[in-house]
């Protein structure tokens, strides 16, 4: 195949096919592979490693090497010429291997005779399963059309593998989508779930990746792209003036659709001999590949429109659409690249986890788990490579780790843990009803967060003294437009029945950093986190501050009204939040509409900034609400995404605690409310320091409410803090372990 034909390469993906087609098992299919494409490339040797494990290749199949070293030849990510092929996704071709960067001899091959190499990756939707080789002894380098030609094969290679057509002994054979794999990722919720798999996209399997007919192929595809088309304008067509955001990535799509250069590849390939599905699949997995490797965010999104569409187009082709006529399981635990606030709530509370390849701690998938106290796991990578439907899952919020088709002793261990927890449940249910007064008297008061109606029942199922968050965002959010202000009145009025007459803390919108709305254009930020969000979108855009405020005002119908501003930095950003209250209050009176009983105006503390703000700033705020969660980033210089630096800063380090504890003494002398609503109000050492420092207001998801009261009840206030005290002075970074060591020493006291 030297002339690189298109003929050529057809009748190489033929003979390939047939032989695929033979019965046999899979080592001797890989025999037959490496001698059909050697005699066909009219070169000395090809070779097939494939991975045995994550980071280990194996030479699993050749001819021209010696025999003996298949299944015993191994090599890292990285090490050698057909690791460093494995490690970048990339070809690698050169006339002179030993003189090239990155070679190692390999003795047990025979390979030292071999001058020429040719490596490409064995890739499917941008995972790299092995490497394809060929070799010879003249010194030459392989031609453009050689290495595109064994770029299809390698494509191929790749599918039937998928396919289970290699499947033999030894770890580097094995079935794929059989073994037990665990992913280590972050935690987005915490809490533990067992069930089966259900992808929230089910994967296309190509089936035929091999065609006779190139015209036929490409008459296939010109339908396909043509369908494509029509439905990106009909979605186009239907969305609404103020859907900019959907509007820019559906024009991202329309322009990928009519792109020449995107379909001249995919025809190109399909005359090598490929099918339209197998073409477009091979694109998208070269397109995956670049996105791994553009650190251009831009980029990387204009890619990622680049692979849905591609998805898109494959389930045109192979009428493989979301509809598989495959069967939710009974205990769904969702398995997704990303996903949207709408999308996941449709799929309601049946829900027992979420796993994502991608998402934040802050995203909107996160605040829904929370809501629905479900664990949810994020940025487990290439999940949805390896899981199939209907798949055994076990989910460790706790610990950011998901187990897929565990084996025995895992699944043993994580039962043992549910057991526990749900033991300890049942244990907090006889405290529901019970305040949580320390041994010394202190009570501590409990609340709950919250963002949905379907949140609300659990107020009396967890014993919450009320409502210390109502995120108002979560309802814009889940909108492809702006809600209406009669939407928002009988939403907020519903959640102020649904507290009969306890406190509900309704925090204005806040959106911007990672939580963009549908139908805003996102702002182009270099670090979103410190930019455009929050009270500052909400000053700089009053319509929608004004429409919020008239909305919780009306709701309200002659009850109390709590509102809390996000994000506060400085005193004139919340005085300048309470004129628009007080404003909005004038205009409904005037209206002839009823006001509130009474109004109260807080702010979230979520910056150090504010926490030395003039003492005028807190005697006029009514409450104060310490958000954890971004304080803690922002004092520390440390954002809470990124895995690499969240871990190394605790809550309880001495600093911190200081910083709480000024708060608290300034909050004091002012006579004003304090709480503190994060996620670890809800870790009960966390709360127990908290309270210690003089916090007697916390706020938590429903869930850890019996936790933190089971411990508050059971200790001192005034011992913790002394620990806490003696802790500090002794220069110790973190108090976490004095106070571990002093809650033990109460274990074997019996207290």
Known sequence: MADGTESESRKLLGRLRDTLAEEGAGQARLDKITHLIADSMRTDVCSVYLFRDSETLELCATQGLKPEAVHKTRMRIGEGLVGRVAGTGRPLNTENAPATRGFRYMPETGEEVFSSFLGLPVQRLGETLGVLVVQSKEARRYSDDEVYALEVVAMVLAEMAELGAF??????????????????????????????????????????PVADDPEVEKARLQVAIDTLR?????????????????????????????????????????????????????????????????????????????????????????????????????????VARNIGPAELLEY????????????????????????????????????IAEALNGDPIMVDGDQGVVHLRPEESVVSAFRDKMAMMAEAQKRYVSLRDVPAVTKDGQHVELYMNAGLMADLPSMESSGAEGVGLFRTELQFLIRNRMPKRGELVNIYARVLDAANGRRVQFRTLDIGSDKVLPYMKASDEPNPALGWRAIRVGLDKPGVMRMQLQALIRAAKGRPLTIMFPMVAQFDEFRAGRDHVYRELEREYALGHVLPERVEIGTMLETPSLAYAPRQFYEMADFISIGGNDLKQFFFAADRENERVRRRYDTLNSSFLSLIERIVERCDEAGTDVSFCGEDAGRPVEALCFAAMGLKKLSMRPASIGPVKSLLRRVDLTEVRDVISTARESGVQSVRQSVMDWLATQGRNGS
């Open 348 to 383: 309601g509370r049946t829900l027992k986890a979420i796993v994502l390849e991608e998402g934040s701690v802050g995203s909107h998938a996160a605040i829904v788990a929370r809501a629905w106290a479900i664990p949810l796991v994020i940025h487990a990578k290439n999940i």
């Open 167 to 208: 499947v033999g002994e030894g770890a580097a054979l094995r079935a794929l989508h059989q073994q037990a794999v665990m992913y280590q990722g972050t935690t987005g919720q915490e809490g533990t779930a067992e069930g089966h798999v259900w992808l929230h996209e089910p994967r296309v399997v190509v089936a035929n």
């Open 230 to 334: 029509l439905s990106v304008d009909e979605m186009l067509n239907r969305l609404e003036p103020g859907d900019k955001d959907q509007r820019e990535v559906l024009e991202a799509y329309k322009m990928f659709a009519n792109s020449r250069s995107w379909m001249r590849r995919i025809e190109a390939d399909i005359d090598r001999g490929l099918s339209a599905e197998a073409a477009v699949e091979k694109e998208q997995s070269q397109a995956r590949t670049r996105m791994e490797q553009v650190p251009d965010a831009y980029l990387r999104e204009r890619l990622h429109d680049l692979d849905d569409l591609s998805n898109r187009l494959l389930r045109i082709l192979s009428g493989q659409g979301k509809e598989t006529g495959a069967e939710m399981p009974a205990d769904p635990v969702l």
